[in-house]
C-alpha cells in the first residue's frame, strides 16, 4: 500500500470495525480515556521504568529573539531514551488514540487525510507565527 494512502484506508478499517462505541457520546469518551492511556503510558516510563527522567523547568531563551530562534533553545524536559518495551506500550497507546480519532470523524463526516492535508497546509503557510 504506498504510503499517501494508508490515512484513508486506515479511516475506512476503522468504520469497519467499530461496531460497540458507534455513539458519538461513546466514541467521545473513549477518545478521551485514550488521550489519558497515552498520558499514563509516558508517565509510567519515568515513575515506573525510569528509561527516561522528566525534569520540567522554565523555558530559558535569549532576550528579543525572533520566534524561529526560540526553537534553538526550548527543552523538552526529556532526558534519557525509551526502552523498548516502553516505546512499544506508548506506540499501543497512540495508535488507540488514532483509531478513537479516526472513529470520531467518521461519526462526524470528516475525511481524516483531508484534515491532516488542511493543518500541513495551514502550518506550512503561518510557519512560525502559528503560534503567535
Not at 20 to 35: A, M, V, Y
Not at 102 to 122: K, P, Q, V
Request: glycine share 6%.
Amino acid at each position: 500500500m504506498k504510503s499517501d494512502e494508508v490515512v484513508g484506508e486506515f479511516q475506512n478499517m476503522v468504520s469497519e470495525v467499530l461496531i460497540r462505541h458507534r455513539s458519538i457520546l461513546d466514541c467521545l469518551t473513549k477518545f478521551q480515556e485514550s488521550t489519558a492511556r497515552v498520558n499514563r503510558s509516558i508517565v509510567k516510563t519515568a515513575t515506573n521504568c525510569g528509561c527516561i527522567s522528566i525534569n520540567a523547568s522554565k523555558q530559558h531563551y535569549p532576550a528579543g529573539s525572533s520566534l524561529k530562534e526560540c526553537s534553538k533553545y526550548m527543552d523538552s524536559h526529556i532526558k534519557g531514551e525509551l526502552c523498548e518495551h516502553c516505546r512499544e506500550i506508548i506506540a499501543e497507546e497512540i495508535g488507540n488514540h488514532l483509531f478513537y480519532l479516526a472513529a470520531l470523524c467518521n461519526l462526524l463526516d470528516y475525511d481524516l487525510e483531508e484534515l491532516i492535508g488542511s493543518e500541513f497546509n495551514r502550518i506550512s503557510t503561518l510557519g512560525h507565527f502559528l503560534l503567535s
